[in-house]
């Protein structure tokens, strides 16, 4: 089958859409893989107990001054401000944002330093189930972790610039190597407080893997206050908005966090290695495509070639609904194998493992709509409005908070609702399900608020998309039988291999998946399925064997 690429500058931006994305999921799998060996040693470790609790409630805080201070100076707000220095006095791109790091680290630290004194006041308001000095001590540690981060992503903002994203694509893995560090060296010597210097030590890799390149860089022009003053202005009006949708992606978590903590010891636990969990494929498929979009989706709405702007959005969505409805159907079917062999060791026993292996599940059907929605948001970035996005995410909190909230009042007071929760998701026997509602809550949140911003995303970029119901049903279609055939091994080699240890678990689960996966790739070929077709072809020219040398586009990006 001949591949329908598009022909001209726009094919060859597709392609290297494609190939930017694959680079940058390869990556994004290598620092989840990281992350899920962090999530493994600390539930081997604790256990979904109360070390756990503290230890996730004390990030809600840092998490929020990241969200609503530190990515005041985003590099989604950076980059349109930079590439109109760039174009302007491109000696002066370096020396504004040296003024920007330099404006950055005064204004967090001010901020941080009212949060370390006021830490007592505030963090039991976060988790006024488990308020302990434990974890004030923990929240004060970590509020250096969204001042590092911070700095590190005003300065990926030159990283994608120059199209470096391997460099930019590395940091998470060293972020995630130092948080292992602290739980595997630090945390036998010195506690909980050791977990907390982990995570700093990861922040100061983070941002120090990029620091190099950008001290290299050669700074010809000056620039005046005056002139950073106004630049700054520019990149605040962009980012304020997008720091209101942050932040209140952040209060969701605060909220439900703080529901959970008036719930049995290890309800946090369980919630947020359920939320991690359903992160790995939202962050290789949908933080991947959306990334690799952005620099040409900015280019090209700037230099007002609509056509192709409209061609690039509806690519990118088409792949991000490929590979998500498939990720979202294999995660529902295989949810407990993929809870035992991540996380399934050491003090997280079997209740634990089944609990969130039911959080998962639920959190998994929002992943369509989050994955779209990471796209979404770059589109309206790139095209400069912020407001809208905005107003997205205010609508996803509200749903979410206020439906977890509603289905707690029904599980409780209705039999019926409680019972056909935990039997359709098999955990009718295990304590502590009430903690399911708040996935439910969530997920329901991010599918409202995409369906909602879907209506006015087709309209405000006048996108067709006719084939689209064509796309879903292939993709359904597949996944289904896919997923089928994955329930069949399943079921297969659970009578061949000792399905009680990791080795037997994880050559049922991978088995299954593979051959599910197989079988959906096979089923969508079959069906001249055109988005797995580029995304197999865009595989093969990455990886081809004839690309024995490094091509000019590989340098310029790595």
Not at 95 to 105: K, N, Q, T
Not at 214 to 221: C, G, L, R
Not at 298 to 311: C, M, N, T, V
Request: net charge positive; aromatic share 12%; charged share 10%.
């Amino acid at each position: 089958m001949k591949v329908p690429f598009f022909s001209g500058i726009i094919g060859r931006e597709v392609r290297g859409m494609h190939q930017a994305a694959y680079l940058l999921a390869f990556f994004a799998l290598g620092s989840q893989f990281l992350a899920l060996i962090r999530d493994r040693l600390l539930a081997a470790s604790f256990g979904a107990g109360h070390t756990l609790d503290v230890y996730y409630a004390a990030f809600r805080i840092p998490d929020f001054l990241f969200a609503t201070v530190a990515s005041l100076l985003s590099l989604y707000a950076m980059l349109p401000v930079l590439s109109k220095i760039e174009n302007a006095h491109p000696g002066q791109t370096i020396s504004f944002l040296r003024g920007a790091l330099l404006f950055f680290f005064v204004a967090m630290g001010i901020v941080a330093g009212v949060i370390f004194v006021l830490a007592p006041v505030i963090v039991p308001l976060v988790a006024p189930g488990i308020s302990s000095d434990e974890l004030v001590t923990l929240v004060r540690i970590l509020l250096l972790q969204p001042i590092l981060l911070g700095a590190s992503n005003i300065v990926a903002a030159l990283t994608q610039l120059r199209h470096r994203f391997v460099l930019y694509s590395i940091s998470p893995l060293l972020y995630n190597l130092g948080i292992i560090f602290g739980i595997v060296v630090l945390y036998p010597h010195i506690g909980v407080t050791g977990l907390g210097w982990g995570v700093v030590i990861g922040a100061l890799l983070h941002f120090g893997i990029q620091a190099p390149f950008f001290a290299a860089e050669k700074s010809d022009i000056g620039i005046s206050f005056k002139q950073l003053r106004t630049s700054l202005w520019e990149v605040l009006k962009l980012s304020v908005p997008r720091t209101l949708a942050l932040g209140a992606g952040q209060i969701s978590l605060l909220a439900l966090v703080a529901i959970a903590s008036f719930f049995e010891p290890g309800s946090i636990a369980v919630f947020m290695f359920a939320y991690n969990l359903q992160a790995v494929p939202l962050t290789i498929i949908g933080v991947s495509y959306s990334v690799a979009a952005f620099p040409t989706l900015a280019r090209l709405h700037a230099s007002g070639q609509k056509e192709d702007f409209a061609k690039h959005i509806e690519t990118a969505l088409r792949h991000i609904v490929l590979w998500s409805i498939l990720a979202t159907v294999f995660v529902i079917v295989m949810r407990a194998q993929l809870v035992r062999v991540i996380l399934g060791s050491g003090a997280f026993d079997w209740t634990a493992t089944r609990l969130t292996a039911a959080a998962l599940a639920l959190f998994i059907l929002s992943l369509v709509a989050q994955s779209a929605m990471l796209l979404i948001a770059r589109v309206y970035y790139a095209a400069g409005n912020t407001v809208k996005p905005l107003l997205f995410g205010l609508t996803d909190v509200v749903i979410s908070v206020v439906s977890a909230v509603v289905f707690l009042q029904i599980f409780q007071h209705s039999e019926f609702f409680r019972m056909f929760i935990e039997s359709i998701l098999r955990v009718g026997d295990v304590p502590g399900s009430i903690v399911l509602m708040l996935a439910l809550g969530y997920a329901l949140g991010s599918i409202v608020e995409f369906l909602i911003s879907f209506r006015f995303f087709m309209k405000d970029f006048s996108l067709p998309l006719k084939g689209l119901g064509r796309l879903v049903f292939e993709i359904f279609s597949a996944s289904v039988i896919g997923s089928g055939v994955s329930y069949l091994l399943l079921a297969f080699f659970a009578k061949l291999v000792d399905i009680n240890t990791t080795t037997g678990i994880l050559t049922q689960g991978g088995v299954a998946g593979l051959g599910g996966l197989a079988m959906a790739g096979y089923i969508l070929t079959i069906l001249g399925n055109t988005e797995f077709a580029e995304a197999m072809s865009a595989v093969k020219r990455r990886f081809s064997p004839a690309r024995t040398m490094l091509e000019p586009s590989d340098i310029a990006s790595s």
